[in-house]
DNA sequence: CCTTGAAGCTCTAGTTACTAGAGGTTTTAT
DNA sequence: ATAAAACCTCTAGTAACTAGAGCTTCAAGG
């Protein structure tokens, strides 16, 4: 039995967002105290931290709904069904991380290459705006 | 001269895109036929494509409209200043890029350890659904 | 009991970089 | 002349929050 405050320092999430989950049905809505202030329980502490952790691990909101609803929070038991709905969903995280990964790695390399052709220029033709201004200078992509 | 249609294709922009571009100031005003449609020279071209080609480099638009004053497409002609400038933002998106890439790596090793302990586990307690509801058994974060 | 400051309430709007759609006009080509 | 393609403006939607205005309620001290 605790505010929105108390779950907010309890969960590391700020207040707006509490609400926001809320809105979006994330979290169900609380019942409230005779002045209209929110009254959460342990299990909305758990199933607010299960939305961050699962954040903090880069799933976004709709892939959490789906994993809420395949783990015991949701009310429903959970059963070897849904483990596998949960593991199918958790791949497909892990892919478009190593997909982010590869790009971003390619970015760096084309950035790390302007910046050492600049040092190299020895007029200082800048390379920074020369590939910018023109792609074929580009290596990587 | 050509159509806000031709310049899409040029640059590989869609045409919403490119009447956002000049909404935020990015892009000039054009000029405007009889009937009101925009008309664009080779300037714009090159202008759009630097922009894009800052976007697949990972800049925000913030960066790309600082990098555009730097370069001799915005008119003031380029100089040492303005390369040494260019420069720090190039350095600070790397550094960017980089921590990403880290954060990433270890979201990703977190998401193999998750899968793996599924596989392994015997009466396959889904451990997708256990760490997010418990972040102690995270290792990486 | 009363007061006051902290905490909570709702609602609106802003962030980033676009994208989609409605409903109307202009161009281009036959 | 007509019809299709391209263009116009304006609004609103996306993801996941965050900030602020203006008002109400709660908790603690005197
Ligand atoms: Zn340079
Ligand atoms: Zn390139
Ligand atoms: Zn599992
Ligand atoms: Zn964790």
Redesign the interface.
């Known amino acids: 039995m605790f505010s929105i405050g108390k779950l907010a320092a309890a969960s590391h999430c700020k207040i707006p967002t509490i609400r926001y989950y809320e809105d979006i049905g994330l979290l169900p809505t609380p019942r409230r105290s005779a002045g209209n202030q929110r009254i959460y329980g342990d299990r909305d502490l758990?199933r607010l931290?299960?939305i961050r952790?699962?954040r903090?691990?880069?799933f976004d909101l709709k892939a959490i709904g789906q994993?809420l609803q395949?783990?015991?929070?949701d009310h429903t038991a959970?059963n070897?069904q849904?483990?596998h709905q949960?593991?199918a969903?958790?791949?497909v995280?892990?892919a478009a991380?190593?997909s982010?990964?590869a790009r971003?790695?390619s970015?760096?390399e084309?950035?790390?290459l302007?910046?050492v052709n600049?040092d190299e220029s020895n007029d200082?033709q800048?390379q920074?705006?020369e590939?910018?201004?023109n792609?074929q200078l580009c290596q990587h992509?």
């Not at 395949?70 to 929070?73: D, E, I, V």
Request: net charge negative.
């Open positions: 758990l931290r299960f952790h699962g903090e691990l880069g994993l395949f783990s015991a929070l959970s070897h849904h483990s949960a593991e969903i958790a791949k995280q892990l991380t190593y982010r990964i971003l790695q970015l760096a084309e950035l790390e302007m910046l600049c200082h800048c920074v705006l590939v910018l201004a792609h992509h």
